[in-house]
């Protein structure tokens, strides 16, 4: 009888790429993963009962991509959620208190809250908050930045008390953050907040004609005049001391002046 040999190992390189990639992902996902404890769950579990009927009411559910935005006048935070490629609007919650007047935040402890083009990843949840529960909205922003503005730790919390943040009732929050944490642990990477003066109508831009912040304005309502044609959450950037409205998110990934950096 022959001697046998032992097969050779077959190496079948789409198998191996597949366990790589599903490695990458699975610690992308580790990494990417918002941060809660068991209040925080408590918490989101309250609100999770009193979405439920209004979710579904509206063909939507807990997890879907999110986007947020702030108008100071007349005082409300927008929650949209996105649904067959576009956002649509879920929920329009009134702020309880935020610092300040029309205008962007300039420095630390200046007692105003800010204006712009904002971005959330899982890392800015914070179920620990001393304001009930809270994210920070990452100011300031390489805009901010570059204009020298300082200030830190500017929140969306709760607890109805703002210093430059914007502060919602507990009950509100609940619901707030709950949408953001399961859009976050869904597999959302980040999400805009997009802050305003006031609603950017002509109307009201007319109205505010004489305030110094006019071209700033005018600059912001590019962002917001994109996401009222499209419903789709434009490529911000910032170059050459402005915001950057994109057409294509292309354009934003792409992008790789020095002076140009994706918001």
Known sequence: MGKTHPSPPV?????????????????????????????????????????????????????????????KIPGTLEVWLQQDGTFQLFKTYPICSYSGFPGPKLHEGDWQS????????????????QYHLSFNIGYPNSYDSSLDRTGSNIMVHGGCSSRGCFAMTNYWMEEIYLLAHTALAGGQESFSVHVFPFVMTARNMFKFRSSPWLDFWNNLKEGYDAFEETRQVPAITVAEGRYQVLPDMRLALGAGKKDRESL
């Open 11 to 71: 190496f079948l390189p789409g198998i191996a790429l597949i366990t790589t990639v599903t490695i990458l992902f699975s610690l992308r996902w580790a990494m990417a993963a918002p941060p809660v404890n068991e209040r925080a769950r408590e918490l989101m579990d309250r609100a999770r009962t009193r979405l439920a009927a209004e979710l579904d009411q509206k063909g939507m559910h807990l997890g879907l991509p999110i986007f947020i935005r702030i108008f």
């Open 114 to 129: 800010p204006e712009g083009f904002y971005t959330v990843t899982p890392e800015q949840m914070n179920p620990n908050s």
